[in-house]
């Protein structure tokens, strides 16, 4: 795997992408998404970044790009992405024209944003040494990926397993963005809880703030972080009862607060998953932070 190698992490909310060589990120850059501007404009935002990029790793011939929603990764499509609006558009192609008319003919892959993310950890973060490990990514959404043995495991498609934000919790809950009612990604993302903060604050709240305001004291800010809680570990005892993941890596921006979430989800795993004695799973918190997709999206 050494070499240097061009990963990049398309969000719903915001565009990583880096230079990464042995786990490490450089030159790392990070956009707007343009996702109100639509799929050309996001387009044209992740090309300029990347022609910045070549011209500091010019032996890269083959760019790997995690994307948010169900990918075919064989036929490099986005078949459907709630978070990005998007259904059925041919990415790779796409993005391999638009970098040729750059004058730089590298290839794509891609795959399952958070997929992208638990490789990277798998391979140089918190999951190193598991045989098994899950990864819930929570940020604009909810994330899943599943690595086994320091490799994504591939189906016909190649990357659309594995979606534990849409793991329904509620029957008749929340709507989430998907059109379905009761996800875990209406309950437990980062904009569920800045949605859920227009209640109890006079202007809207990220879920950054509230953690702060939660750890200062704030009730109003430790009733939406423990429901956020609660919906978690009930997602993650789900996913440990069915995949039986060695540990369970919890990473996005909500990481930095491993402080209220670890001993929360560490109670509740040890109370909701089946014989936890005799196979216990442990939560962490992803060590590479923010760049977990953009390494393992250079990894593909």
């Given at each position: 795997m050494g070499g240097k190698k061009i990963g990049v992490d398309l969000g719903g909310t915001v565009i990583k992408m880096g230079i990464v060589e042995e786990g490490s990120v450089s030159e790392e850059m990070v956009f707007d998404t343009p996702v109100s501007e639509g799929y050309g404009a996001v387009l044209d935002c992740i090309a300029e970044g990347l022609g910045k990029l070549l011209a500091h790793c010019p032996e890269a011939d083959c760019i790997g790009m995690g994307v948010p929603g169900l990918i075919d990764s064989r036929q490099g499509t986005v078949c459907y992405s709630n978070n990005l609006g998007w259904e059925n558009v041919s990415f790779v192609q796409d993005m391999e024209k638009k970098l040729s008319m750059e004058q730089r003919a590298v290839k794509v892959k891609i795959a399952n944003d958070a997929q992208c993310a638990a490789l990277g950890e798998a391979l140089y973060g918190a999951g190193r040494g598991y045989g098994r490990m899950a990864m819930f990514t929570i940020g604009t959404g909810v994330g899943g990926g599943f690595i086994r043995d320091g490799k994504p495991e591939s189906?016909?498609?190649?990357?659309?397993?594995?979606?534990?934000?849409?793991?329904?919790?509620?029957s008749k809950?929340?709507?989430?963005?998907?059109?379905?009612?009761?996800?875990?990604?209406?309950?437990?993302?980062?904009?569920?809880?800045?949605?859920?903060?227009?209640s109890l604050y006079e202007t809207p709240q990220s879920a950054k703030e509230i953690f702060?305001?939660?750890?200062?004291?704030?009730?109003?800010?430790?009733?939406?972080?423990?429901?956020?809680?609660?919906?978690?570990?009930?997602?993650?005892?789900n996913i440990s009862n069915i995949l039986r993941p060695e540990v369970i890596v919890i990473g996005g921006g909500v990481s930095a607060s491993a402080d209220l979430i670890l001993p929360r989800?560490?109670?509740e795993l040890k109370k909701g998953v089946y014989g936890y004695a005799y196979a216990p799973v442990t939560a962490v918190c992803a060590e590479l932070k923010n760049q977990a997709g953009t390494v393992g999206a250079a990894y593909l």
């Open positions: 189906d016909r498609y190649g990357s659309m397993a594995y979606i534990f934000g849409h793991e329904a919790l509620e809950g929340r709507m989430c963005n998907c059109g379905r009612q009761g996800c875990l990604e209406a309950y437990a993302s980062a904009e569920a809880v800045k949605k859920r903060s227009v702060e305001k939660a750890r200062e004291g704030d009730v109003r800010a430790q009733c939406l972080v423990e429901e956020l809680l609660e919906y978690l570990s009930r997602g993650a005892v989800l560490q109670e």
